[in-house]
Each structure stands twice: as C-alpha cells, then as structure tokens.
C-alpha cells in the first residue's frame, strides 16, 4: 500500500489551495494521512479527489490566534491509529522526540498517544521534514507543502511511505527548488 503524508497546509494563510505539485506526487497513492494545521476541511475535500484521507486536529484547527476553529469531520481526529498491511501507524499533530524530551519516554509518548506501541509514528507542527528511528519505530515528519521551515513563498515537503508485508519504506518529497537545504 502506498500512502501520501503531508501536514502543515495552512490553508488559506499558505496559499488559496495546495501546489499542483502535491497532486503530481500523490497521483498513485492508496491512502492520504494528514498530520495535522489544515486550518479549512476543504484540504481534505482536495485531497480526497486523489485517496480516502484520515487527518488529524492541530493546535491551529482548534482557533487558537483568532482563527476559525476547523469544524467537527468523521476523517479529522485527535489522534488516529491504523493498522496496514501489518505495520500500526500512530498519526497525531505534536509528538515530543526522545532527544527533545529526556523525561518523557518514546513508550510513554506512544501508550498517552495511540494506546500502546506503533511502528510507525507520522506527525507535523515544525514544518520541517524529520526521519528517525528509535527502538524500532520509524518517525516521520513530512514536513510541510506550504511553510516549510515557516518560510513563506517556498515550495516544502511532502512524503511517502509504502508498507509492504509488515515493512515500511519512506521517502520525502521535495515540491520545488529550495533556497534551503540541510
């Protein structure tokens, strides 16, 4: 199964709709996850021109800095847990990384978030597209389309993971030309 990540659309701060680009990656996929700060449902209408979409709230959606809170949906969640093809995936908008947060456990992190262990955690809020692992879970921050690194006028990151007999495989897409790469 292939699934599109994307998180951090911002929309319509970052843009009337998202970069065609997202279309042109996505164009295959299977299923679209959303970690998150869409800001208008209408995200996940595109979206779901291309695959079903699961999503989750961010601290944007729920009309923080004078914002319209992002009204209740079946597909936009706190948190939501899937398992594909063998592989638990664990979706929610801020997820502390072990290195950030020394006193908080990734075991703790993932029993408060999901209920329990995952092997594959997919979360947003930096804007910027991270790939780790830690005890044997992949984490991954896609990034974001629209505001990578909260720069405005940029073209981000997007990702795609493939889950095949209970083993993921992931890649981050860059949309566009970067200024800035690390």
């Known amino acids: 199964m292939k699934i599109g990540l994307i998180s951090d659309t911002h929309i319509p701060e970052a843009g ?10 996505f164009e295959n996929v299977d299923l679209i996850l959303h970690a998150g700060d869409l800001h208008v449902l209408d995200v996940l209408d595109w979206l779901e021109q291309i695959a079903p979409v699961k999503a989750v709230r961010g601290n944007g959606d729920d009309g923080v800095y004078g914002r319209t809170p992002v009204p ?6 706190p948190v939501q ?15 502390p990384l072990p290195e950030d947060t020394p006193w908080l456990t990734l075991e703790q992190t993932m029993d408060r978030l999901f209920g329990g262990p995952v092997d594959v955690i997919v979360f947003g ?14 984490l991954v921050n896609p990034g974001s389309p629209t505001l990578p690194f ?15 007999n209970g083993r993921a495989r992931l890649d981050i897409v860059p949309l566009g030309e970067w200024p800035i790469r690390r």
């Not at 847990?81 to 997820?95: D, F, S």
């Not at 720069?151 to 095949?164: K, R």
């Open 81 to 95: 847990t899937l398992t594909i093809e063998g592989v638990r995936i664990g979706l929610a908008h801020v997820v």
């Open 125 to 138: 809020d930096s804007h910027v597209d991270y790939v780790g692992e830690h005890n044997g879970v992949l």
């Open 72 to 77: 209740n949906d079946p597909r936009l969640l």
């Open 16 to 25: 009337e709709s998202l970069p065609h680009r997202v279309w042109e990656v």
């Open 150 to 164: 909260n720069l405005d006028g940029f073209l981000g990151t997007v990702g795609i993971l493939e889950v095949n």
